[in-house]
């Protein structure tokens, strides 16, 4: 923070960045990318070092429901959206639907979204079967509407699954009889 001294965006940095800055002065290195798993509005502190100190770094993030449709946030308000649009080199949206939302939404910015979905691609591989008499299937997403985690409850129901829900409330996860082999 003593490197912003009167900064509006002093506390958003160092929240943002953590000690980042301090360990970069010590080190004496440059940072290649400030990647944001969502868009929020602390992004503008990752901003604010680049255009400060680094003009090189390039600072991305991810966006997924809550933290891009306006609509979702508490008073329909996502904090300096427009400042986090003309800063931020890129933003990857994790569907067509985002990306589209943003082209519509703020026009002038369409070009810096793009869509990367969560996931991981074929390996080219197949995990070893596990060998006990039951498959286990868990989510650790948030237990929200949105997240949908009820349509694997809903599709473990028929399958005469058991249900279960941790005392943590984050996972669900049920056991279905199989014959060791997926799909």
Known sequence: VDRFPGDPYAEIAAY?????YEK????????????FY?????IMGAIR???????SLKVVSRAHGGDLYEDRRSGGYAGLRQGVL?????????SDHGRAYVGRAYPAFAR??????????????ENAQ???AALSVV???????????????????????????PHDKVRVSFAIPWEKKLL
Request: net charge negative; glycine share 14%; proline share 5%.
């Open 139 to 165: 989510s650790c997403s948030f237990v929200v509407y949105e997240k949908r985690v009820h349509l694997i409850v809903d599709g473990g129901e028929g399958w005469g699954a058991a249900v279960t829900i």
């Open 49 to 55: 070092y680049r255009d400060m100190y680094q003009p």
């Open 24 to 35: 970069m002065g010590q080190a004496d290195k440059e940072i290649d990318v400030v990647y």
């Open 38 to 42: 969502w868009m929020f509005p602390e």
């Open 16 to 20: 943002t960045l953590g000690g980042m």
């Open 86 to 94: 003309a800063g931020i080199d890129a933003v990857f949206s994790i």
């Open 130 to 132: 596990p060998e006990e």
């Open 112 to 125: 810096k979204c793009f869509t990367a979905r969560l996931g991981v691609g074929d390996p080219g591989f």
